[in-house]
């Protein structure tokens, strides 16, 4: 049995002030809940890590970032590395985000290389993986999403990629409004999972988490959970608002 997993990706929003406050409602909201019956993780801009961290402290809701740099330390201004993340208190960090991949221009080899890198420091990676609507309307969803899993986990060994949580956000539902359908979505969860298999044999693929991402919601959140291959989801926009994110994470259970 996978334990399901909920994340809110915060991206470039809130301030100081409003990220402490975001946090202390989320505990409020799902802190009894996490951890229990369903992993649950928060991802503030770096600037807010630590403090969001101390408002989580007595939770069992993990703090995460939203991007790593792959080198260890030195003139890389402007970067930060898993170390760094690691000293904040993160346990989690989103690599190869479709708005890092199409809007930062991030390649596939950079990803794996910010894949490996948070291993290699002891973070629990989540690797984001979708298609654009021209590549689904042009019916490679499946070349692309193939391409993305095995670039952005080349090189791994089966011990490695056990650590790694799998999101698949087709980009043309995140933050849209535009959910792909609990059928839709499986699809391709059930590609990633054969892919898993074909890589490191059936026993871990039943092991790794697959998030489903993409203007998730309180009212499509379970109906998304409650498809075979769906382990999790990882909400952007909603996790902006406690009460949402705290139905998301009880729609997970
Ligand atoms: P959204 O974002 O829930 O606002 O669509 C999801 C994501 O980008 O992770």
Not at 87 to 100: F, K
Not at 197 to 207: A, I, Q, V
Not at 214 to 220: C, Q
């Amino acid at each position: 049995m996978r334990k399901p997993f909920v994340a809110g990706n915060w991206k470039m929003n809130t301030d100081g002030h409003g990220a402490v406050k975001l946090a202390e409602e989320v505990v409020a909201g799902c802190g009894e809940t996490a951890g229990h019956k369903v992993d649950v993780a928060v991802c503030p801009p770096f600037v807010y890590l630590q403090q969001v961290g101390k408002a989580l402290h007595s939770s069992h809701i993990a703090l995460g970032a939203q991007d790593v740099y792959f080198e260890q330390k030195g003139a890389f201004t402007g970067e930060i590395s898993a170390a760094m993340l690691k000293d904040t208190g993160c346990t989690y960090v989103i690599c190869g985000h479709s708005e890092r991949r199409h809007v930062i221009g991030e390649t596939d080899e950079l990803i794996n290389k910010k894949v490996k890198a948070a291993l290699a420091g002891g973070l629990l990676p989540i690797l984001c993986v979708g298609e654009l609507l021209e590549q689904r309307k042009a019916n490679k969803t499946t070349d692309v999403v193939t391409r993305q899993m095995k670039e952005g986990l080349a090189g791994f060994s089966a011990e490695k990629v056990e650590a790694v949580t799998i999101a698949y956000e087709p980009v043309w539902a995140i933050g849209t409004g535009l959910t792909a359908t609990p059928e839709q979505a499986q699809e391709v969860h059930a590609l990633i999972r054969g892919l898993l298999t074909e890589m490191y044999g059936k026993k871990l693929s039943n092991e790794i988490r697959i998030q489903y991402g993409g203007s998730v919601k309180p009212d499509n959140a379970g109906e998304l959970m409650g498809q075979e291959d769906i382990d999790g989801l990882l909400v952007g926009g909603a996790s902006l608002k406690a009460d949402d994110f705290a139905a998301i994470v009880k729609a997970a259970v």
